[in-house]
C-alpha cells in the first residue's frame, strides 16, 4: 500500500519535504521508520534509532506501534521544532 511520508524540520533539510513509499499492509510506524532507515544512507543517518523522534499519521501525533493505513500521511519531527 502507498503511504505519504513528509519531514519537517531538520529532518526535511537533509531529506527534502517528502516522499511516496510502498509499505506492506499491516506495517506498523516503527517498521516504516525501519524501511526508510534501509532505504539509504541519509535516511539512515537522519531517522536512525538513535535519535528521538515525534511522529505523527494523519496529522495525530502517535507511537511507533501505531498501524499504518493505506493512503495515509505518515510525518516525521524532531521533539522540538519552531513555529
Same mark, same amino acid.
Given at each position: 500500500?502507498?503511504?505519504?511520508?513528509?519531514?519537517?524540520?531538520?529532518?526535511?533539510?537533509?531529506?527534502?519535504?517528502?516522499?511516496?513509499?510502498? #509499505?506492506?499492509?499491516?506495517?506498523?510506524?516503527?517498521? %516504516?521508520? /525501519?524501511?526508510?532507515? +534501509?532505504?539509504? $544512507?541519509?535516511?539512515?543517518?537522519?531517522?536512525?534509532?538513535?535519535?528521538?523522534?515525534?511522529?505523527?499519521?494523519?496529522? #495525530?501525533?502517535?507511537?511507533?506501534?501505531?498501524?499504518? %493505513?493505506? /493512503?495515509?500521511?505518515? +510525518?516525521?519531527? $524532531?521533539?522540538?521544532?519552531?513555529?
Amino acid at each position: 500500500m502507498k503511504v505519504q511520508v513528509r519531514y519537517f524540520a531538520s529532518i526535511r533539510e537533509a531529506l527534502g519535504a517528502g516522499e511516496t513509499i510502498e #509499505v506492506r499492509a499491516g506495517a506498523t510506524v516503527g517498521e %516504516v521508520r /525501519d524501511q526508510l532507515i +534501509a532505504s539509504s $544512507p541519509v535516511h539512515a543517518a537522519v531517522l536512525a534509532r538513535s535519535k528521538a523522534l515525534r511522529c505523527a499519521l494523519n496529522q #495525530v501525533l502517535c507511537d511507533e506501534s501505531t498501524l499504518v %493505513v493505506a /493512503d495515509a500521511e505518515l +510525518a516525521f519531527f $524532531p521533539p522540538v521544532t519552531g513555529g
